[in-house]
């Protein structure tokens, strides 16, 4: 089991930026791969980002290719997601996401365990 709990989310205006942290206390953090999703209010989720265990590749939505940053750092047990030039479209509920597989998915009932999310709301 792995628990997962968001933060950072908050209100920004449109340009600003934002770093959105996911803790997940654990022995085996650095073997999951860790990604990030997004739900807006009707719509159903979606893939953001994603980085692999080991070496570090990421993966990321076209929709924020160039804007968002994921990283980790496995001392820490933490995933981050860095968010600049935020547009009106990125608001959502962004959650947190673990997957014990070894291969990068995007869909999301591939990966299993989940944060309960935090919320980014982006004014213009």
């Known amino acids: 089991q792995m628990q997962l709990v968001e933060s950072g989310g908050g209100l920004v205006q449109a340009g600003g930026s934002l770093r959105l942290s996911c803790a997940a206390p654990?022995?085996?953090?650095?073997?999951?791969?860790m990604g990030w999703f997004r739900q807006a209010p009707g719509k159903e989720r979606e893939f953001v980002a994603a980085i692999s265990p080991s070496n570090r590749s990421t993966y990321y939505a076209d929709s924020v290719k160039g804007r968002f940053a994921i990283s980790r750092d496995n001392a820490k047990n933490t995933v981050y997601l860095r968010m600049n030039t935020l547009k009106a479209d990125d608001t959502a509920v962004y959650y947190c996401?673990?997957?014990?597989?070894?291969?990068?998915?995007?869909?999301?009932?591939?990966?299993?365990?989940w944060g309960q999310g935090t919320q980014v709301t982006v004014s213009s």
């Open positions: 996401a673990a997957d014990q597989g070894f291969i990068v998915r995007t869909q999301g009932d591939a990966y299993d365990y």
């Open positions: 654990g022995r085996t953090f650095s073997t999951y791969v």
